[in-house]
T-cell receptor, first 111, second 116 residues
Framework: EDQVTQSPEALRLQEGESSSLNCSYT??????LFWYRQDPGKGPEFLFT???AGEEKEKERLKATLTKKESFLHITAPKPEDSATYLC????????????FGQGTTLQVKP | GAGVSQSPRYKVAKRGQDVALRCDPI?????LFWYQQALGQGPEFLTY????????KSGLPSDRFFAERPEGSVSTLKIQRTQQEDSAVYLC??????????????FGDGTRLSIL
């Protein structure tokens, strides 16, 4: 069964304190791994797609990496505006494009 | 350009009533998805359309849930005889390509459904 597990569930950081969020997955034939950001009362906002082990993508203070079993979202020198829930999702090769999401990591960055 | 638009943003209904939730995808997007998100959880897949064809409805929790996209653009998710466990946020997403490519899905802000 395709499954995604994110850790930690919640993370509190001081402004400028770098850290990483983990996304572990089991999937039959990974087609893509997606990272989204979700603010309260809003829909998920697309951040990155990773397709194969070893791939990395960056956007401002965020960097996503991928191995055969997990993905990391590294946050460098975070700011309070980075506070949000970060969702990881996988798309399997055997299905019609649906995303299987983890439960998310809620990040709070204090000034 | 305009993103995915969902209406209403909030819906309160009494148990047993029928509800209809609307999704306007990004213009030209071929694929449309519906997800259900419970409080504190990640979204869960309900159903998928490629143009007007419903290609996957494996996530619909019961036969009380029905979705359509008759002209390949706007979609409606209908829930009949609502129950309290149907309370959740219903998210719609669209993507440019069909399922052959891993195009990112772009989400609307959802409809928060509360069943009393």
């Amino acid at each position: 069964e395709d499954q995604v597990t994110q850790s930690p569930e919640a993370l509190r950081l001081q402004e400028g304190e770098s850290s990483s969020l983990n996304c572990s997955y089991t999937v039959s034939g990974l087609r893509g791994l997606f990272w989204y950001r979700q603010d309260p009362g809003k829909g998920p906002e697309f951040l990155f797609t990773l397709y194969s082990a070893g791939e990395e993508k960056e956007k401002e203070r965020l960097k996503a990496t991928l191995t055969k079993k997990e993905s990391f979202l590294h946050i460098t020198a975070p700011k309070p505006e980075d506070s949000a829930t970060y969702l990881c999702a996988v798309q399997a090769g055997s299905n019609t494009g649906k995303l299987i999401f983890g439960q998310g990591t809620t990040l709070q960055v204090k000034p | 350009g305009a993103g995915v638009s969902q209406s209403p943003r909030y819906k309160v209904a009494k148990r047993g009533q029928d509800v209809a939730l609307r999704c306007d995808p990004i213009s030209g997007h071929v694929s449309l998805f519906w997800y259900q998100q419970a409080l504190g959880q990640g979204p869960e897949f309900l159903t998928y359309f490629q143009n007007e064809a419903q290609l996957d409805k494996s996530g619909l929790p019961s036969d009380r849930f029905f979705a359509e996209r008759p002209e390949g653009s706007v979609s409606t998710l209908k829930i009949q005889r609502t129950q309290q466990e149907d309370s959740a946020v219903y998210l719609c997403a669209s993507s440019l390509e069909g399922s052959a490519l891993s195009a990112p899905q772009h989400f609307g802000d959802g409809t928060r459904l509360s069943i009393l």
